[in-house]
């Protein structure tokens, strides 16, 4: 049961209107990084999940992502105040208004258009939020990390957002936002960690011949460090093409009728590696002097 509290979770102070500010902040509204994708993120791994400490994390955490979300669409809708006022009313010639929505190199008209200055569930370009954002699949070791990583980029987000603004209640707001996605990840890295073990993911065992070596796949001199060091790997410097010994081919096993129907497949669609068909290409170069005798 969701009980709404009227007050922000943290105080919202706008100096003034600017909806290509507004616009920007939607990356954290409705964007892949944001708060709404977080939230689901949370509570569907929430639903899903059987140990009670961690059921509880996630749910507290799912539930914090929505009170951001109520403040970052509270600061877009103080932003666009002014601007929501004009599009309905009309009290600005029509050109001024335009270039007071459109600013320099933001699309914030698109968005004042579509919703009136209200918070859609887009990103900073318009793109509508997906469900595709929520990437749980329900393997705690596996989805914590994801939550570590999407901490780490929303932290990221609100950083450049608070680096586009001087007005200092936003930056206040936005630092209180970043704090907290530090926060979460925190607790994200104490409750993966909680568990031994936590790597690899999941319950099946990595094969040991190839769970501890590293291949250089690139040309050139390869940079050694602790992602490849020998006291960390095996590394193979020239690796076959086939590193389980075999011949590196595609193999597959047929019943005789299939390996039969199959032949026939390829007899029938068989290249002639000697001919030299004319194409539409050649025809619409207008100029034969290259094309075959039997084309002219």
């Not at 964007?31 to 994390?57: S, V």
């Not at 600005?92 to 919703?115: C, F, I, K, M």
């Not at 065992?205 to 006291?231: C, H, I, T």
């Not at 290249?271 to 207008?286: E, I």
């Amino acid at each position: 049961m969701f009980i709404h509290n009227k007050r922000l979770q943290y105080t919202v102070r706008v100096a003034r209107p600017d909806p290509g500010l507004a616009n920007l902040l939607l990356e954290q509204f409705g964007g892949p990084q944001g708060e709404l994708a977080a939230a689901c993120r949370y509570f569907t791994q929430a639903l899903g999940e059987d140990d009670p400490g961690r059921k509880d994390m996630l749910l507290d955490i799912a539930t914090e992502e929505l009170s951001h979300l109520e403040v970052i669409g509270s600061i877009v809708a103080m932003l666009n105040k002014g601007a929501k006022g004009e599009l309905a009313e009309g009290i600005e010639q029509e050109a001024e208004l335009y270039r007071s929505l459109s600013g320099p190199g933001n699309d914030s008209h698109v968005t004042q258009l579509l919703y009136g200055g209200g918070p859609p569930l887009v990103n900073s370009a318009g793109v509508p939020w997906t469900a595709a954002y929520i990437d749980t699949i329900g393997e705690p070791t596996a989805d914590l990390r994801s939550n570590i990583a999407a901490e780490a980029r929303a932290k990221i987000i609100y950083e450049r957002l608070i680096n586009v603004t001087d007005d200092p209640g936003i930056k206040e707001a936005l630092g209180f936002l970043m704090t907290r996605e530090v926060s979460h990840q925190k607790s994200f890295e104490k409750a993966l960690y909680s568990m031994q073990p936590s790597f690899p993911p999941g319950k099946a065992p990595p094969m040991p011949e190839f769970a501890s070596v590293y291949y250089k796949m690139s040309q050139g001199e390869a940079l050694r460090g602790p992602w490849n060091a020998d006291s960390n790997f095996e590394f193979v410097e020239r690796p076959e093409p086939a590193v389980d010994g075999g011949d590196g081919l595609a193999q597959v096993q047929l019943d005789p009728d299939q390996a039969s129907t199959l032949e026939a497949a390829a007899m029938r669609t068989e290249s002639d590696v000697n001919s030299d068909p004319v194409t539409g290409a050649d025809l619409g170069r207008g100029d034969d002097t290259d094309l075959p005798e039997k084309a002219k």
